[in-house]
């Protein structure tokens, strides 16, 4: 059975609680702990991840109580939407949880926010990914390219979808890769990128992959590519506007983020690599015309990406990023169709993967 | 050609304001108004549309001189579009028309704010929408179901694209239907219901089309729900959460918005229906424990809703806003979760639907 492996995680520790009880002890669950004094940034793996500080829930705690029994209720769904093989939304299993306790006023969870942190507790207790428990997040994400896959008993041909695409679903842990010719994933910030790319047929021409992300990439997106780079080696280049938030985008996907520390290797893409645009760009390409005057809270924003490990220990990111701060510009993607519409696709991409022109 | 009828309209706009200048007149040009004092709501076709008031704009004109030059830079741009047969965002073509003009320190235009209006005014003055300009808008919304489309060249089964489906393009002029074998279309606002019905095989086991729209519908979802209910007379079912903002997202899809006045006959969907969620949907299927309290802003908001045409002359309509107003309260699609996680595709949506128990 597909998922048997989680199932069985969430049965070892239900055993473990009834253990606690059967031996009389106060029934309890060890969960690591995810404020920033236990977040770290490993420089091997390029990779947010948790160190090992943990704490412990208790039944018998007034403090941990309630909280105790939510977990368990979270823990119990998810098991049975595994062995049932179905999937749900984290609203959904909120809405399902609510219920009022006999002969009393107390509900089991009142607002969503009581259950979402616990989803969390649950993957870094059992190292386990949200997806693994069955519950879906919002989908968002668009694919096309050299690739066949197959999914729920369809096989689906990337290459054969038209002027629409793949929407890529939240959970893409159980589709297959049954054919997968393509020699690289171009990732668009925006969709509108997407469909220039899409209707330029970029994909056939240069034999690629392009996903477009449609703003901060979803974990369903960034899941498929993890998936296409470390089971299929393709190499990531991740395409945003000249812009802090930009670069965020592309951070996130490289290297996971803070909220998200836990499960950077279960989504993140190290060797994603960024190939525009740059504030250099705009000189380099004339873009001039197409400059945006930052404002204050991107400038603030680039100045805390310079903070973060992965941008202050590389030369030509340093390099970029205080260029922006110092003239206080910023460019977008769009920008490129100032030279041509077909700018973007017969020129300023295939001449930077040419020359490898990239920002790790 | 496809898009000859709209190139030539275009042409014939050209010609027009040359003969003004070979007349020696000063050249002009005929734009509808588009404020609220031009819109009006057909009871007939129970569509929002534009009244017969329109207005002139002169190049001897120093406030229209600009604007002027704009239209026609936005016309001439958007011809080439269409003769070359390719497309692109409204944000794209801004870049594209930025230039400084020789010899001055004037730009065409200095901000996408100046070109979006014009294209408008295009729109209203050719009789022509956006997508026959070949002018992109963000692409939203996902379907699946007993559909085949070809579309450049590829022929997609909506009904074979696994746990993913189909993301609706921006412009859905040119896909061709092949075989639509649905009864009906549901359409749902948010992704998160989308799934459930996916995974369910909702369309399969009903014999339907499901849309994700994510909110409010993209014109590009709206114009192939039209398409599918004008020209294969597919009854189209709208579900949205029980409060204002859902419900508006109904009365879009089926009369049109403000904005849009000018072309809700291009993309609306008259006949729509609305299944779900009511107010009286709480009571009747017992999901009080799910209710949220309205804030004032979903109160006003739904006071709005009463004074628009068609909910106000409607007396269901009327009772179930009253109500949420009177009793304060909202429900999310989700909370029908609470009565099992497959409450939605099992008895829900299959009892409404064979108890016609729709608002109109």
């Given at each position: 059975m597909a998922g048997k492996?989680?199932?069985?995680?969430?049965?070892?520790?239900?055993?473990?609680?009834?253990?606690?009880?059967?031996?009389?002890q106060n029934p309890n669950i060890d969960i690591p702990i995810r404020a920033l004094s236990n977040i770290i940034f490993d420089?091997?793996?390029?990779?947010?991840?948790?160190?090992?500080?943990?704490?412990?829930r208790y039944f018998f705690n007034v403090a941990h109580s309630k909280k105790f029994m939510q977990t368990l209720m979270v823990a119990a769904y998810s098991k049975g939407l595994i062995d049932e093989q179905i999937h749900t939304s984290i609203r959904d299993m909120y809405y399902a949880l609510k219920r009022t306790l006999p002969d009393t006023n107390e509900n089991t969870v009142d607002e969503?926010?009581?259950?979402?942190?616990?989803?969390?507790?649950i993957e870094v207790a059992l190292d386990i990914i949200r997806e693994q428990m069955h519950l879906t997040t919002d989908r968002k994400g668009i694919v096309a390219g050299n690739v066949i896959i197959k999914d729920r008993g369809d096989s689906i041909d990337w290459s054969k979808l038209g002027s629409g695409g793949w929407s890529i679903p939240s959970t893409v842990e159980e589709i297959d890769f049954k054919k997968v010719e393509a020699d690289y994933v171009v990732v668009v910030e925006k969709n509108a990128g997407f469909e220039r790319l899409h209707e330029d047929k970029f994909w056939q021409?240069?034999?690629?992959?392009?996903?477009?992300?449609?703003?901060?990439?979803?974990r369903g997106t960034r899941l498929l590519i993890q998936r296409l780079n470390q089971e299929h080696k393709l190499p990531?280049?991740?395409?945003?506007?000249?812009?802090?938030?930009?670069?965020?985008?592309?951070?996130?996907?490289?290297s996971g983020s803070m909220s998200l520390a836990h499960i950077s290797e279960r989504i993140a893409t190290p060797e994603a690599k960024f190939i525009g645009l740059t504030i250099s760009d705009i000189y380099d390409y004339d873009l001039k015309k197409c400059i945006i005057k930052a404002k204050e809270v991107?400038?603030?924003?680039?100045k805390e990406l310079l903070k973060y490990d992965w941008f202050k220990n590389n030369k030509k990111w340093c390099k970029e990023i205080n260029l922006m701060v110092e003239k206080g510009v910023k460019a977008e993607i769009e920008a490129l169709s100032n030279r041509g519409i077909r700018f973007i696709?017969?020129?300023?991409?295939?001449?930077?993967?040419k020359k490898k022109d990239f920002l790790d």
């Open positions: 492996e989680t199932s069985d995680k969430f049965k070892k520790l239900g055993l473990k609680v009834i253990d606690d009880i059967e031996k009389r420089k091997k793996t390029g990779q947010l991840g948790l160190g090992n500080k943990s704490s412990k969503q926010s009581e259950t979402d942190p616990l989803i969390v507790d021409k240069q034999n690629c992959v392009i996903i477009g992300t449609g703003g901060q990439a979803s990531v280049y991740v395409l945003t506007d000249a812009d802090s938030y930009g670069w965020y985008i592309y951070s996130v996907i490289k991107d400038i603030k924003r680039a696709t017969d020129e300023y991409l295939p001449e930077k993967i």
